[in-house]
């Protein structure tokens, strides 16, 4: 095979990956982070590093964990390079609201700012379970916690949420 | 009944359900068949699942791909060593003449590479690394212990097949504030390292390239594993058998 050609293949395997995964990889950035401006540019570093590594990823059956995984380490990178401080709700950037602002239904609006209130820790299990569809066991992978640690913070997750949410409601 | 072979009492069942409303878990049909208030419980979870799931669709903006670079085998992530040790140099004067090479070897690389700053700076810090434990590039027929080999590559690291060469050295080191371990094996021409990384993630292989060394730093599941031999030893030949032989716990 030429290496016009072997680049050519290479350049559209990533691209169907990428085309396929990108919601989620936007997604799981966007609620790492809360900011959808900087989880653009953790996701474009991502692909990024993806695309000079891709030689490693051997099954594009397992493109999904792989890249949710790249995207888990820029998203550290960029906040170790940053040293953003913790995101305060009530000081929000117009790309911080335009997030939580999304929406018209105010259900689902308080829902969506009760989990931008979520700590971090049982954000980031939720999203895994829910908008990616991993079962405990990838998600201890993915953020090397035991299962054990990711079902408690899942239970926990959740009773806040309801919590808040009712909270919300009776307001 | 769950896993253990008890029933699921209620209380354990609302546990279990809130951690997965799918229900995957053991004995919770079970219980659920026979409690109503679990049942009603279950219902809940599922709509407030439902609600979580809407809220976290947040619109996704039009895929931007980014300027991809050619890849090449004279890509950036290549890190040349001007300064490197001779081979088979197995005696105590080996210490000090490593040491006074420690220091080209961290700035030949810190200088020559031109790659992605974080993996420049992984292969500095491994080179440094070998350079300040020169004993253990001995050659020799003698394998460390089943017990010194498992209490190195031990089960929060993940397991190496040990068929992948002599172990002649093992012990655990740290790698950027990291426990890893440590293991030279015995290769074709000389020793070898072998550092095993499993949260040094490379963005590609790192190819270490001097006068009388020659190695790379290889991407590996969430991880990387570092491979320095003689600049005689056939590294590429040694890459699949390791990477194989290698599995992360985490």
Same mark, same amino acid.
């Given at each position: 095979?030429?290496?016009?050609?072997?680049?050519?293949?290479?350049?559209?395997?990533?691209?169907?990956?990428?085309?396929?995964?990108? &919601?989620?990889? !936007?997604? !799981?950035?966007?609620?790492?982070?809360?900011?959808?401006?900087?989880?653009?540019?953790?996701?474009?570093?991502? #692909?990024?590093?993806?695309?000079?590594?891709?030689?490693?990823?051997?099954?594009?059956?397992?493109?999904?964990?792989?890249? %949710?995984?790249?995207?888990?380490?820029?998203?550290?990178?960029?906040?170790?390079? &940053?040293?953003?401080?913790?995101?305060?709700?009530?000081?929000?950037?117009?790309?911080?609201?335009?997030?939580?602002?999304?929406?018209?239904?105010?259900?689902?609006?308080?829902?969506?700012?009760?989990?931008?209130?979520?700590?971090?820790? !049982?954000?980031?299990?939720?999203?895994?379970?829910?908008?990616?569809?991993?079962?405990?066991?990838?998600?201890?992978?993915?953020?090397?916690?035991?299962?054990?640690?990711?079902?408690?913070?899942?239970?926990?997750?959740?009773?806040?949420?309801?919590?808040?949410?009712? &909270?919300?409601?009776?307001? | 009944?769950?896993?253990?072979?008890?029933?699921?009492?209620?209380?354990?069942?609302?546990?279990?359900?809130?951690?997965?409303? /799918?229900?995957?878990?053991?004995?919770?049909?079970?219980?659920?068949?026979?409690?109503? /208030?679990?049942?009603?419980?279950?219902?809940?979870?599922?709509?407030?699942?439902?609600?979580?799931?809407?809220? %976290?669709?947040?619109?996704?903006?039009? %895929? &931007?791909?980014?300027? @991809?670079?050619?890849?090449?085998?004279?890509?950036?992530?290549?890190?040349?060593?001007?300064?490197?040790?001779?081979?088979?140099?197995?005696?105590?004067?080996?210490?000090?003449?490593?040491?006074?090479?420690? #220091?080209?070897?961290?700035?030949?690389?810190? $200088?020559?590479?031109?790659?992605?700053?974080?993996?420049?700076?992984?292969?500095?810090?491994?080179?440094?690394?070998?350079?300040?434990?020169?004993?253990?590039?001995?050659?020799?027929?003698? /394998?460390?212990?089943?017990?010194? $080999?498992?209490?190195?590559?031990?089960?929060?690291?993940?397991?190496?097949?040990?068929?992948?060469?002599?172990?002649?050295?093992?012990?655990?080191?740290?790698?950027?504030?990291?426990?890893?371990?440590? @293991?030279?094996?015995?290769?074709?021409?000389?020793?070898?390292? #072998?550092?095993?990384?499993?949260?040094?993630?490379?963005?590609?292989?790192?190819?270490?390239?001097?006068?009388?060394?020659?190695?790379?730093?290889?991407?590996?599941?969430?991880?990387?594993?570092?491979?320095?031999?003689?600049?005689?030893?056939?590294?590429?030949? %040694?890459?699949?058998?390791?990477?194989?032989?290698?599995?992360?716990?985490?």
């Amino acid at each position: 095979m030429s290496s016009n050609n072997a680049d050519l293949k290479r350049r559209q395997r990533f691209d169907r990956v990428v085309s396929v995964l990108h &919601k989620d990889l !936007y997604r !799981y950035a966007a609620w790492l982070c809360r900011d959808p401006g900087i989880a653009e540019e953790v996701v474009q570093e991502a #692909l990024l590093r993806a695309w000079k590594s891709l030689d490693a990823l051997r099954e594009d059956s397992a493109a999904k964990s792989w890249l %949710l995984t790249i995207v888990r380490r820029e998203n550290a990178r960029y906040f170790e390079r &940053k040293r953003l401080e913790t995101v305060d709700i009530d000081s929000l950037t117009p790309s911080q609201s335009a997030m939580l602002a999304e929406t018209e239904d105010p259900n689902l609006a308080d829902m969506r700012e009760a989990l931008y209130r979520l700590d971090d820790d !049982y954000r980031e299990p939720l999203v895994l379970q829910v908008l990616m569809g991993h079962s405990t066991k990838e998600i201890a992978e993915l953020m090397g916690i035991k299962a054990g640690a990711v079902l408690t913070r899942l239970h926990r997750a959740r009773i806040k949420l309801k919590e808040e949410v009712a &909270k919300e409601a009776a307001a | 009944m769950n896993v253990s072979g008890k029933i699921m009492n209620c209380e354990d069942y609302r546990v279990a359900i809130a951690a997965d409303p /799918s229900e995957s878990f053991e004995g919770g049909a079970a219980h659920v068949a026979a409690c109503e /208030s679990c049942n009603a419980y279950r219902a809940e979870m599922r709509v407030l699942d439902e609600v979580i799931g809407k809220a %976290l669709a947040i619109d996704v903006p039009e %895929l &931007k791909i980014p300027d @991809l670079p050619p890849i090449g085998e004279d890509d950036e992530n290549v890190v040349n060593l001007p300064f490197r040790r001779a081979s088979k140099i197995s005696t105590p004067a080996w210490i000090g003449i490593a040491a006074g090479f420690a #220091l080209a070897a961290i700035i030949g690389v810190q $200088f020559a590479g031109n790659g992605p700053a974080n993996d420049q700076l992984l292969a500095a810090e491994v080179l440094a690394h070998v350079d300040h434990e020169p004993w253990a590039l001995t050659v020799t027929d003698v /394998s460390v212990s089943e017990e010194q $080999f498992s209490n190195v590559v031990n089960s929060t690291i993940g397991t190496m097949d040990r068929n992948v060469g002599l172990v002649s050295y093992a012990t655990s080191c740290i790698i950027n504030g990291m426990t890893i371990p440590h @293991l030279v094996i015995q290769g074709e021409h000389g020793p070898v390292t #072998l550092l095993l990384m499993p949260n040094e993630m490379v963005s590609s292989p790192v190819s270490l390239s001097g006068e009388s060394v020659n190695g790379v730093i290889l991407p590996h599941g969430n991880g990387s594993i570092a491979i320095i031999g003689q600049r005689e030893e056939r590294i590429q030949e %040694l890459e699949q058998r390791v990477v194989e032989a290698v599995e992360w716990s985490i």
